[in-house]
């Protein structure tokens, strides 16, 4: 299996902050990228989704994708304190056949108000 | 997005009891679903995927015989913990694909199953 990689964290910001979260992945050949927000006791919530190179913005999360250093990241504007929560990156192996979502271990924020 | 449902929250059980856990596609088909496993402090861990109408694929390391995984429908799959023992406690997430292209791979999550072996 394919490793998807994140600072466990915490990382700490003040409200009305920008959070930046990254994550590395080894497969050259996946495609498609996603973050889940996840709260403690909670299941994974999906935030976004990056296919392409470059930035998606959709309200206060931009993530950000750059194939070539097989880096993803998610920036957070703005940051509140109900943004507290682990974050998770997760990654589409490619394997004969089918598909599988490698999820990173997640980096916990935590906004301070 | 996608609604998925599990079904129970949380379970409490004897060792050597089994335990089944259900995860419903509400609103749409899903031919394909995955069955993950997150124990405290830890990433989900891929335990198998279950497709409709055929067996489930199962990681490494994930024993099918005690773990058994049915796709029945096109918007139901369970997943029963049989003989379960305290090292079975955990927190067991269905997801359901939607889209079946490379880049539609998005995942929608089940509320989760709390299973807590006594």
């Known amino acids: 299996q394919k490793e998807v990689e994140q600072n466990s964290g915490p990382l700490s910001v003040p409200e009305g902050a920008i959070a930046s979260l990254n994550c590395t992945y080894s497969d050259r050949v996946s495609q498609s990228f996603f973050w889940y927000r996840q709260y403690s006791g909670k299941s994974p919530e999906l935030i976004m989704s990056i296919y392409s190179n470059g930035d998606k913005e959709d309200g206060r999360f931009t993530a950000q994708l750059n194939k070539a250093s097989q880096y993803v990241s998610l920036l957070i504007r703005d940051s509140q304190p109900s943004d507290s929560a682990t974050y998770l990156c997760a990654v589409v192996e490619m394997n004969t056949g089918f598909q599988k979502l490698v999820f990173g271990t997640g980096t916990r924020l935590l906004v301070s108000p | 997005g996608a609604v998925v449902s599990q079904h129970p929250s949380w379970v409490i059980c004897k060792s050597g009891t089994s335990v089944k856990i259900e995860c419903r596609s509400l609103d749409f088909q899903a031919t394909t679903m995955f069955w993950y496993r997150q124990f405290p402090k830890q990433s989900l861990m891929l335990m198998a995927t279950s497709n409709e109408g055929s067996k489930a694929t199962y990681e490494q390391g994930v024993e099918k015989d005690k773990f058994l995984i049915n796709h029945a429908s096109l918007t139901l799959s369970t997943l029963t913990v049989t003989s379960a023992h305290p090292e079975d406690s955990s927190f067991y997430i269905c997801?359901?694909?939607?889209?079946?292209?490379?880049?539609?791979?998005?995942?929608?999550f089940g509320e989760g199953s709390r299973l807590t072996v006594l």
């Open positions: 997801s359901a694909r939607l889209g079946t292209g490379v880049n539609t791979g998005e995942l929608f």
